[in-house]
């Protein structure tokens, strides 16, 4: 495969070279089989790309949220996993800040 045959500015390296030897191993893969292969190693790195943006988000927030029960101040309540189903039907676990509320008792994960 040469440098016109593989969108190298917009692919990253480690994925291009992974798919470059999934190519030689399978000589005689259908079309559908090679876009089977490449959505399989981008649903990998969507997932890591989704889990890694979803938990910087939620450290950029520090101040307590609100509950939406009774409008008092929250409290941390430890850090929880969560598994989460993404629009692409993938699982994301992120591991998040849980709060509580001391005056009704409600917990919530923030949105993000």
Do not use: Y
Not at 10 to 21: G, H, I
Not at 52 to 58: I, K, R, S, V
Request: glycine share 6%; with cysteine.
């Amino acid at each position: 495969m040469d440098e016109k045959q593989t969108p190298s500015h917009k692919v990253p390296d480690e994925l291009a070279d992974k798919m470059k030897l999934w190519r030689q191993a399978n000589p005689k893969a259908t079309l559908t089989e090679i876009e089977e292969a490449v959505e399989a190693e981008l649903a990998k790195v969507r997932n890591e790309l989704v889990t890694a943006l979803a938990q910087a988000g939620e450290e950029s927030d520090p101040e307590a949220p609100h509950c939406p029960q009774c409008g008092q101040t929250m409290v941390k309540n430890g850090r929880k996993r969560r598994q989460l189903k993404s629009k692409e039907g993938q699982t994301v676990q992120l591991e998040r800040q849980q709060w509580r509320c001391l005056g009704c008792g409600t917990t919530i994960f923030p949105p993000g």
